[in-house]
DNA sequence: TGACGTAGTTGCAACGTTACATAAAGAGTA
DNA sequence: TACTCTTTATGTAACGTTGCAACTACGTCA
């Protein structure tokens, strides 16, 4: 059944510890015994027992992500971030998803605290300042994707979501638009109300005569932008909006398909933006404008922070990273793009891009 | 730092058999004793080290997912499945994804092979039959899902590609295309070759005058399925194909999005059926026809299967489930439903469905 | 020659948990 | 009273690993 050090030491004609030391201090090992270790190990297929190693350390390389919504491909790209970030440095990443549900997400939480991770990444569901902040008291650091949960002693990596509903108001009115409708959960999801309170401060800003209404969708999944999109339709059309803003991509994608089939043009009868920018945002069927949302790169940064915040003990400096909201101008509002600027390319100002003949692959 | 048993038992005034047996045998333990035990846990938020309790008890009830690319909804669906059957019965599961590296899966399987995990399910890349044949000897039991890697050792579920690519092929034939595409990797995976090999079945037994060329693509993603519409686009009008059979939705919905912007007409011009039926298939901007792979239900059989194996130890039964395949017909090669049909639903037979105003949400 | 340094090797204890054997305290019975 | 039986509690050893102190062997140098 399992083999352990015992046998590889037995086979190569060694102690255990020498067999220890070939894994942990080759150095220490003399040539020819660390040939002979290497044999045996190779021989036996042996895999050090990592729950030893674990208890007898204290500790063990493995860091743990919990997700809201593995599918959605937002945290599909989060994901890929942090996992680049911390498979450099020599890191195992355990990923698992609260799918929405605030019970599993604290059963995750129980599950990874029993394994002993050192830290976790986490798109939080619910409120769990207070779980997370004493899981730092306990030793395991924790960075949160997303509002910042009120702490003053939990690191964040959040995006100005303000800004980006602003930058997506100033675009829609800019394009003559007076009628705006917003989809989203404003009501449940801090992110939705932010993006919508940006959108308002713009029409607000703008002093010109302009509605906004919010529907409300319950998950920002596609079949959620199908639904808000054929309430839409059922209005009057005098009643209608001119110009719809998704709070994510998904939500935009269903309801622009359905306008589509219902024989509306796009962006001349209703203009459409998105949020995020996934990959489906530029491959929809009329190209997207969007609010990007750097879901990889900002996956990279949680995962730096955590590490740093692991490799740099007793040093309670709380990091609030913020990304800044940056427009890409594609077919969904504009349709035939009329001119390229270049705009301003840092990440921590709001901004814009023009996108021609955006479903190309780069 | 580390709360242990040991502190709980002497805030509770009892010792550290008793409280374990609080958690592994209640019914031995005194209800004053019991209630003495539960504060003192409550009090110093006590959560079991897993890796002292598992490698006292040689194992823990941990199973992992390894999957090829987490971020295709077919593999969300996949892993959602797998996950709620194996959730139930009080398993905890770690995913990871190889991410289509095949030295990224042997470092997955080495890192859940050290941590002991009791079973895993993969879908896998390369050709790692002898891997899973030494870990399930050493107890590890192993679950592929996919083609079966010619091992009689190792249980597998597998899904009916010949049967799916053939009703893909009859169904064009069906509707008169005569010039038909294939897109897809069959090189390189077995799945796309079968799925074309099924394809090529159905035009021999049809004995018609049918041609069929093969597009190659790299990784069954929307992008690949817009160069491979581009490379069609370029051809002289006289070549191109009139149906696409696309070895998976994104591929499908990529191609789709390309021949609408080019005002190329779904389905007269060129008729599109794609592979899986995942959510985007419904939701395309022409809705899809596709052929059915029950990616949830295909992951609850694998986790059902997997706890099977590992509940009964000693029994080497290698299980072999068949998943039949399933024709869904949607707009992309009839624009307008003709008739319903009560099809055969049996899961084991190639069968077809006709879905009326598919984007509607169910 | 003896003291010392260095490279290589090893035995031992400990990490936190749990299964098992054993003990203690009543409770019931002859 | 002496015994058995039951219920409840505890001491101990072991799981596989690794850090440390201790030890050996072999040079080197005064």
Redesign the interface.
């Known amino acids: 059944?399992?083999?352990s050090v015992k046998d590889v030491a037995a086979l190569a004609g060694v102690s255990a510890s020498t067999v220890s030391n070939y894994f942990n201090r080759p150095e220490l090992v003399g040539s020819a015994n660390r040939k002979r270790v290497a044999d045996a190990i190779a021989e036996l297929?042996y895999?050090?027992?990592?729950?030893?190693r674990?208890?007898r350390a204290?500790s063990?390389k493995t860091l743990a992500l919990i997700l809201l919504d593995?599918?959605l491909?937002f945290f599909?790209?989060l994901?890929?971030g942090v996992e680049d970030a911390v498979r450099d440095h020599g890191w195992?990443?355990?990923?698992?998803n609260s799918n929405r549900d605030p019970a599993r997400e604290l059963s995750n939480l129980?599950?990874f605290?029993?394994?002993?991770v050192q830290g976790l990444v986490i798109v939080p569901q619910g409120l769990i300042k207070e779980r997370l902040e004493?899981l730092q008291n306990?030793?395991i650091e924790c960075v949160v994707v997303g509002p910042t949960q009120d702490s003053n002693q939990i690191s964040a990596v959040t995006f100005d979501d303000v800004g980006g509903g602003r930058l997506a108001g100033e675009h829609l009115l800019e394009i003559g638009r007076r009628r705006l409708a917003f989809l989203g959960n404003p009501h449940n999801v801090v992110q939705s109300a932010d993006r919508l309170a940006g959108m308002t401060q713009a029409v607000e800003a703008s002093g010109t005569d302009t509605t906004v209404m919010t529907i409300t969708v319950k998950n920002l999944?596609?079949?959620d932008g199908?639904?808000a999109a054929?309430q839409i339709l059922s209005m009057p059309e005098a009643e209608r909006p001119d110009a719809i803003f998704a709070a994510n991509d998904m939500v935009a994608?269903?309801a622009?398909?359905?306008f589509?089939?219902a024989g509306i043009s796009i962006p001349e009868d209703i203009a459409v933006v998105g949020y995020d920018d996934v990959?489906?945002a530029r491959?929809?069927?009329?190209p997207l404008t969007t609010v990007r949302q750097p879901a990889y790169e900002m996956g990279r940064a949680a995962g730096q922070q955590l590490l740093e915040q692991i490799e740099r003990p007793g040093n309670r400096e709380v990091q609030n990273r913020l990304f800044g909201a940056h427009l890409v101008v594609r077919d969904s509002t504009i349709g035939h793009v009329p001119a390229r600027t270049e705009s301003d390319q840092t990440s921590h100002a709001a901004s814009r891009t023009f996108e021609e003949n955006p479903?190309?692959?780069a």
Not at 47 to 52: D, G, K, L, Q, R
Not at 92 to 96: A, D, E, I, K, Q
Not at 283 to 286: F, G, L, R, T
Request: proline letters at 5%; zero cysteines; hydrophobic letters at 40%.
């Open positions: 059944m399992g083999t297929g895999v050090p027992n990592e729950s030893a674990q208890l204290g063990s593995a599918w491909p599909s790209d994901s890929r195992s990443l355990f990923f698992s129980d599950m605290e029993a394994h002993r004493k306990r030793g999944t596609v079949e199908i639904e054929e994608v269903g622009l398909n359905v589509l089939r990959q489906y491959q929809a069927a009329v479903a190309l692959p």
